[in-house]
């Protein structure tokens, strides 16, 4: 079970739109569209932003939007705020009851 | 409203095993719809999916920790286990507790716990 692989870091000014990367294998992100993406902001749990790769939950900005191809999901923020600056986690159902998360991407809105 | 709080011992000596205890409210452990996983973050690290449980006594583990692993629950008093035998260092983390859906999506997410592990 390896991580997802994230970008470390995304940085763009505030009203623009960025797109994080989460790539997967065969076994996790390239068989299963159980993506969710998750916001954490420093020394807070993790929110809850995309699940099943692109539903958004109740309350979440529909700023925010999710896709999938092959075994990369991506996360799109547009019209970027300074309140969206956090640490971006994806997640990925592995098979067999098993999960896998990414190495974390963190968001700077410069 | 649903929550979830993690409660456990702060400081944990290398070599010891660990005991975590996670409390529900707004929600049942009996729900065939939904589960509680445990989910560790060390500092300034990413975020590592440890276990979970279900309604029917599911449970499945990470592969990497699966022998030092155990995962159970108590309907009546609302809470989910985890143990983690042989504490060393590099396990000094957030560990976190958060519900889990049978869509494969956790919604729900506790404050965390900080757990350091050192002599």
């Known amino acids: 079970q390896s991580a997802l692989t994230q970008p470390a870091s995304v940085s763009e000014s505030p009203g623009q739109s960025i797109t994080i990367s989460c790539t997967g294998t065969?076994?996790?992100?390239?068989?299963?569209?159980?993506v969710s993406w998750y916001q954490q902001h420093p020394g807070k749990a993790p929110k809850l932003m995309i699940y099943e790769v692109s539903k958004r939950p109740s309350g979440v900005s529909n700023r925010f939007s999710g896709s999938k191809s092959g075994n990369t999901a991506s996360l799109t923020i547009s019209g970027l705020q300074a309140e969206d600056e956090a640490d971006y986690y994806c997640?990925?159902?592995?098979?067999?009851?098993?999960?896998?998360f990414g190495t974390g991407t963190k968001v700077t809105v410069l | 409203q649903v929550t979830l709080k993690e409660s456990g011992p702060v400081l944990v000596t290398p070599t010891e095993t660990l005991t975590l205890t996670c409390t529900v409210s707004g929600f049942s452990l009996s729900n065939a719809a939904m589960g509680v996983s445990w989910i560790r973050q060390p500092p300034g690290k990413a975020l590592e999916w440890l276990a979970h449980?279900?309604?029917?006594?599911?449970?499945s583990h990470n592969t990497s920790l699966r022998t030092r692993l155990t995962i159970s629950k108590d309907t009546s008093n609302r809470q989910v286990v985890l143990t983690m035998t042989n504490m060393d260092s590099v396990d000094t983390a957030t560990y976190f507790c958060a519900r889990i859906l049978l869509n494969s999506v956790f919604d729900i997410w506790g404050q965390g716990t900080v757990v350091t592990v050192s002599s």
């Open positions: 997640c990925s159902y592995a098979g067999s009851g098993t999960y896998v």
């Open positions: 449980i279900f309604s029917n006594d599911e449970k």
């Open positions: 065969s076994s996790d992100v390239g068989s299963y569209n159980l």
